[in-house]
């Protein structure tokens, strides 16, 4: 195995590259030496002198907020009201290992299967964050050198509970009851709760209903005055400032940078077969869907294509290996919008080294600031939606279009992309390696900084 990886260097605007070979990553000598190389890029000054008594979390510093728990534990606890009548697995199965679910049982599989995969429901991602914020390295219990307070509310689960056959009334006493009591915190009036953020497994949309017709869809949590000041980080964002997508869940969390860097290496030398796959049901009844050409293009384009048709009967769209298989043996993995505009199934396939395919630049390119290159023709394809259904252009002959060197180039970058897509197994810490959480909380901490210098500038911070 061998390979770059990016560290950032006292310059924060430039990035280091290291490079790694099988004998550095296989060798605990080798990595300890690395660490040190690491330690000696982001420890020195503008001089090459290691600044002592520095205090390596100033500006880093996050304070966690003892919610009651009737916002967090209790969800958990009452997990049998999370579940759907047409659900195939209860959801307390997936609370478990610290909400990353049951683990994969996969005999034939390598040892990185057997240890890092587990069977992740999307919306357990608030549970995965808070676990991780409990093992962050700049904690504080002294609020007031904190530079960010996060609020470990499950707002995802806890509407899932609401969601159907309920009044609005019932869907929005939650989070009325949550900005009451963070209002009557001391924490809350240094910046009026701007310096707050919380985490939801579900889309933004689905906490922005602006009527109180039981008939419309999700909570006004996010239109409540204290709400509005708070960052919400969401698998999937909107127009409003103040929310912010990051990558959905995968079913890969490894423990130790070295299982990152196999998994790596293990998808370049991956064979792919297929020229495109797509995983998906036709979704017909869906006003301006483009399923349905796509699924016709991929079964005329015979051996071109692997298609998993999640309408069919029997099928294994919600089996991991099976997904995984197919994006690993593709060279393209198409990602036409869905219930919304994202699927998780992009991280999948930037997982499985799949090139992604997209037909709408919310599905990832207005998304994921945080964790995807601004320049997506590095990492993708993007293919008209109105040239699609209206036969103008053919999935296939697109594809064929692209060279082998660019091929190579995206999926070497679409590669390089995996550590920032990926949450680390909460129950460990990866030394080198930063996840989409690490990503997640720089980003987050950048925001409030901004924030808190256009107060003290005396002007009034935007929603």
Not at 54 to 72: A, E, M, T, V
Not at 114 to 122: E, G
Not at 256 to 282: C, H, I, K
């Amino acid at each position: 195995m061998e390979g770059f990886v990016y560290f950032s260097s006292s310059d924060s605007s430039k990035y280091q590259p290291i490079y790694f070979t099988r004998n550095s990553i296989d060798s605990k000598t080798s990595l300890d030496k690395s660490k040190k190389k690491i330690s000696s890029l982001v420890g020195e000054n503008s001089s090459g002198k290691i600044k002592k008594n520095k205090d390596l979390c100033s500006g880093r510093y996050i304070y966690i907020h003892d919610l009651p728990k009737q916002f967090n534990e209790d969800v958990l606890k009452n997990c049998q009201l999370l579940t759907r009548a047409n659900d195939k697995s209860s959801m307390c199965t997936y609370i478990e290992n610290s909400g990353l679910g049951p683990q994969i049982e996969n005999s034939n599989a390598l040892d990185l299967w057997k240890r890092n995969w587990f069977s992740t429901n999307q919306f357990l991602l608030e549970v995965i964050f808070h676990n991780r914020m409990k093992k962050y390295k700049c904690l504080t219990n002294d609020s007031t050198i904190a530079s960010a307070v996060f609020v470990p509310y499950y707002s995802g689960l806890d509407i899932r509970r609401y969601l159907w056959g309920f009044n609005t009334s019932m869907r929005d006493s939650s989070g009325l009851d949550l900005v009451k009591w963070l209002a009557g915190k001391p924490e809350w009036k240094r910046m009026w709760g701007k310096d707050h953020f919380l985490i939801s497994g579900r889309i933004a949309r689905d906490f922005r209903r602006q009527s109180i017709r039981k008939s419309d869809w999700g909570s006004n949590f996010r239109f409540l005055p204290e709400s509005k000041n708070m960052s919400m980080l969401t698998i999937e964002s909107g127009s409003w400032k103040n929310d912010f997508a990051v990558p959905y869940p995968t079913y890969f969390h490894p423990s130790t940078d070295n299982e990152v860097f196999q998994w790596q290496e293990l998808m370049r030398r991956q064979s792919r077969p297929y020229l495109f796959s797509f995983a998906g049901a036709p979704r017909s009844r869906q006003k301006g869907s483009i399923r349905s050409q796509i699924i016709g293009q991929c079964q005329a384009s015979k051996n071109l294509c692997n298609l998993l048709d999640c309408d069919s009967i029997g099928h294994k769209c919600d089996d991991p290996v099976n997904l995984m298989k197919l994006f690993q043996s593709s060279v393209f993995c198409l990602q036409p919008p869905g219930d919304s505009l994202t699927r998780r199934s992009t991280f999948d396939s930037i997982l499985a080294g799949c090139i992604p395919v997209f037909f709408h630049p919310g599905s990832a390119y207005s998304q994921y600031v945080w964790h995807l290159p601004k320049n997506y023709t590095k990492y993708s394809v993007f293919i008209s939606p109105k040239n699609l259904r209206l036969g103008k252009v053919s999935i296939n002959q697109t594809l064929l279009q692209v060279s082998k060197d660019e091929e190579l180039a995206m999926r070497e970058e679409v590669i390089r992309l995996i550590p920032s897509i990926i949450y680390a197994d909460p129950r460990s810490r990866l030394e080198i390696v930063e996840d989409a959480f690490d990503l997640a909380i720089k980003g987050i901490l950048k925001r409030i900084k901004t924030l808190r210098k256009v107060i003290s500038q005396g002007e009034v911070a935007s929603d």
